[in-house]
């Protein structure tokens, strides 16, 4: 299984209503060093409609201005649409709304 595929099959397992970051997708794709190969893998991505890349944002909860599905906005109107809240700063509250929050 390549790189990228891992990555994809991690991000695949992001809720609806969560986000994750980079270096979460990273450590759980098995190397936590991997958080920019994660960004050039879901540039890449083959497939919007299955591997929902929308949903990693950076490790201070803003989302990617070079989103490349239509960029910043677009990723935070997907996002927004799945009941995530932005901060007036921009930034989602990763506490509430990351994999890992309950």
């Given amino acids: 299984m390549s790189v990228f595929e891992k990555i994809y099959d991690v991000v695949k397992t992001i809720p609806k209503g969560r986000v994750a970051t980079y270096g979460w997708v990273a450590l759980k794709a098995g190397n936590p060093r991997w958080a920019r190969v994660v960004g050039y893998a879901l540039h890449n991505n083959p497939n919007p409609n299955v591997i929902p890349c929308h949903r990693v944002v950076n490790r201070q909860g803003k989302v990617a201005q070079a989103f ?32 890992w929050a309950e």
Avoid: C, W
């Fill in 68 to 99: 490349v599905f239509g960029g910043g906005n677009a990723q935070r109107a997907l996002l927004q649409k799945e009941g995530i809240e932005f901060s007036p700063d921009g930034t989602i509250d990763l506490t509430k709304f990351g994999v």
